[in-house]
């Protein structure tokens, strides 16, 4: 197994399956499916947060093996998941619908236009958050019920949706609660 020439760096809090979307799409695959397949990665193990399989994406993108120590979805038993020391029940990380903030996006578009710069956040999967503490926005979902193969590819959802991302413009108001 050799190491790919074109790499990136894993955001701070970027889990292994963010990074791995990237990857693909910094390499030009069009989805993270066929790149896995190509390179030989276990695209459900990495999902599964199995240490073998996140060390071979390591090992493909030149980062140390515990690169994704903290930040590994780690599926404990059939309902519940370890992400570094907390457990989380399935219902309490959502892993079927892909979430984001369209201003975080515009934000990092910004700074470089390219798909893969575009880093998807790990707590905008968590169902009772439902905006962005950085814009007070409120979170897009831009694919729901994705294939099961196909879930949290981040970059090819985001590349789908990318108009719709950019006409967002959905500030949470104030309601009744809040006066
Ligand atoms: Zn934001």
Same mark, same amino acid.
């Given at each position: 197994?050799? @190491?790919?020439?074109?790499? *990136? ?22 989805? !993270? ?17 199995? &240490? /073998? ?16 120590? %903290? $930040?590994?979805? +780690? %599926?404990?038993? !059939? ?12 219902? $309490?990380?959502? &892993?079927?619908?892909? @979430?984001?903030?369209? !201003?975080?996006? #515009?934000?990092?578009?910004?700074? /470089?236009?390219?798909?893969?710069? %575009? ?14 503490? *950085? ?6 979902? +831009?694919?729901?019920? =994705?294939?099961? +193969? #196909?879930?949290?590819? =981040?970059?090819?959802? +985001? ?6 991302? &950019? ?13």
């Amino acid at each position: 197994m050799n @190491r790919l020439a074109l790499t *990136l760096r894993p955001a701070a809090l970027e889990t292994p399956t963010s990074f791995l979307s990237r990857l693909a799409a910094r390499n030009g695959c069009p989805d !993270k499916v066929s790149f896995c397949y190509d390179l030989g990665l276990d695209l459900i193990a990495i999902s599964n947060g199995e &240490r /073998s399989a996140i060390e071979d994406l390591c090992h493909f993108a030149g980062l140390p093996n515990d690169a994704f120590a %903290k $930040t590994a979805v +780690i %599926k404990t038993t !059939k309902m519940s998941c370890r992400v570094g020391q907390e457990l989380f029940e399935n219902l $309490t990380l959502n &892993r079927v619908e892909i @979430r984001v903030c369209p !201003k975080c996006q #515009l934000e990092q578009h910004q700074l /470089s236009s390219d798909l893969w710069a %575009k880093v998807h956040k790990m707590h905008w999967q968590v169902p009772q958050i439902h905006s962005c503490y *950085l814009h007070n926005e409120k979170l897009l979902t +831009i694919t729901a019920k =994705s294939h099961h +193969i #196909l879930r949290f590819d =981040s970059s090819s959802a +985001i590349r789908s949706a990318w108009n719709e991302i &950019r006409n967002a413009d959905s500030p949470l108001t104030a309601d009744s609660f809040d006066n």
